[in-house]
């Protein structure tokens, strides 16, 4: 018999990692040969763009692993919107993984009423859609090839 307990636990949950992480590297000779090396980690990777004054305009966060880019957030001030600014972001963003970090590929999630039109005109293409999530919502996960 096990008793289930559904308490938030800071040091069951870094053993749940250590342990996953563990059993995945043993299954895995991709992972196993990541283990020990700078490939095993993910890097942040930030662009930001500042108007004259110093001001926020846009900004997109993310990491890089192994050899792909994951696209966290990318957000323009609405009075910069419609100006290329996400695309300039982006394709920073694309360049600094490609030419940097020897990234080949990029995945990003976003919901329907935010950008999935203006990622597929960058040329992403959509790889997985989850309806109600959360109820009401549509999330795409969309995924591109750098070139």
Excluded at 117 to 143: A, M, N, S, W
Aim: hydrophobic share 35%.
């Amino acid at each position: 018999m096990f008793r289930l307990e559904t308490e938030v636990d800071k040091s069951r949950q870094d053993l749940l990692r250590r342990r996953l992480r563990d059993t995945n590297t043993a299954a895995s000779p991709i992972l196993r040969a990541l283990r020990g090396t700078p490939g095993e980690r993910g890097l942040p990777l930030q662009v930001w763009a500042l108007d004259p004054a110093g001001a926020l305009a846009g900004g997109l966060v993310g990491h890089t692993w192994t050899t792909w880019l994951h696209v966290t957030y990318l957000w323009v001030d609405e009075r910069h919107r419609g100006t290329g600014l996400g695309s300039r972001l982006l394709a920073h963003a694309e360049r600094v993984a490609r030419d940097e970090r020897g990234c080949a590929s990029v995945r990003l999630e976003t919901w329907d009423f935010q950008a999935p039109e203006f990622y597929r005109k960058q040329g992403y293409e959509v790889v997985c859609v989850i309806p109600d999530y959360p109820p009401g919502i549509t999330e795409y996960t969309l995924t591109k090839r750098l070139g």
